[in-house]
């Protein structure tokens, strides 16, 4: 299984909660297959949201869970970003976890 901290991530500009990141390659979702072009972060991380999650070998898909609880959108929206928009995501997630540092940086 693959690890999140086998590859390096975005660094992201982190401002107040909530925050717009632009997607780069918009998606059709919904009922309505409205087209989305961003993602909004509607919450910090919190404690309860790592519960299950062993950060020193943190998954994709723990990744793809913690950005569905950070965005409010259903894992299955999350899934359906483009890699180089899932990153940025990852790399907000990242950031929440470690103060701003990369994952493996001490």
Request: charged residues 25%.
């Amino acid at each position: 299984m693959s690890k999140i901290n086998e590859i390096n991530l975005p660094k992201v500009e982190i401002k107040e909660v909530p925050f717009d990141i632009p997607l780069s390659s918009p998606i059709q979702w919904g009922k309505d297959n409205d087209s989305i072009d961003k993602v909004t972060i509607e919450n910090k991380l919190k404690a309860k949201h790592l519960k299950n999650v062993n950060t020193s070998s943190i998954s994709f898909g723990d990744m793809n869970m913690l950005c569905s609880k950070m965005t409010g959108r259903p894992l299955a929206f999350i899934e359906e970003l483009d890699m180089e928009d899932v990153m940025k995501l990852y790399g907000v997630v990242n950031h929440f976890l470690l103060g701003g540092r990369q994952i493996g940086e001490a």
